[in-house]
């Protein structure tokens, strides 16, 4: 078989009953399957089976461990155990009122953060015109007005609110006046965010060194 560009969604239960190749199978110019026998699994179990019995193929190789396990980075080479306790410390995580985004990352935090819903994304592209601690004010491009309507949008932003867990949401503007901003950008950063990505904690300044010609 060759693989399409066709994307379904399946759910838990359904992908049981499809035999699914993992994303990084080797593959050819025209999209078939390169090996003799293709590293799958079906209902749960991990197989190896011929690409004629293949019916899915993964798109991405992240999307087999959760939006959790895949923040840790290098995570194929931590221990189970180890991954897991990050995981799920990575919940219990209390917001920071200057977070920064992680030094070393895996390149997904800027999705997470959006798909948060803390930030801020412009509903349509423009100018910033006006720029405070409150609210961000956008010069809607010519081509994206829809006549009649002004062509500004006003982004509230919230100001130290208390969450449901007690912990603090502020949103602080990230763009300055001037900027031009397109649809989809990030014009503030929300609870746990750095400029756009996630921001969980700090990045620690940790040193080495001898102590008495003792090497540790």
């Not at 997904?108 to 405070?132: C, F, K, N, P």
């Not at 409150?134 to 609110?161: F, H, M, S, W």
Request: with cysteine; charged share 25%; net charge negative.
């Amino acid at each position: 078989g060759r693989v399409s560009e066709q994307i379904d969604y399946l759910s838990a239960i359904e992908e049981s009953h499809y035999v699914i190749a993992q994303a990084n199978a080797a593959l050819d110019e025209e999209g078939r399957f390169v090996d003799d026998l293709v590293a799958c699994r079906e209902a749960g179990e991990t197989m190896l089976t011929a690409p004629a019995n293949v019916h899915y193929m993964d798109v991405a190789p992240s999307q087999i461990v959760s939006v959790a396990a895949s923040l840790i980075p290098f995570l194929e080479h931590d221990d189970a155990n180890r991954a897991l306790m990050g995981a799920n410390m990575q919940r219990q995580a209390v917001p920071c009122l200057r977070p920064e985004k992680p030094v070393v990352g895996t390149g997904i935090e800027r999705t997470v953060a959006v798909d948060s819903g803390t930030t801020v994304q412009a509903l349509r592209g423009g100018l910033v015109d006006h720029v405070d601690a409150e609210r961000v004010v956008i010069r809607v491009n010519d081509e994206e007005n829809v006549a009649g309507e002004v062509g500004v949008d006003i982004y509230n932003l919230i100001k130290y609110t208390r969450s449901n867990q007690n912990t603090n949401i502020n949103q602080r503007p990230i763009v300055k006046r001037g900027d031009r901003v397109a649809k989809g950008d990030v014009l503030a950063d929300g609870a746990s965010t750095d400029l756009g990505e996630l921001a969980l904690g700090q990045n620690m300044l940790i040193a080495f060194m001898p102590w008495n010609g003792y090497h540790f």
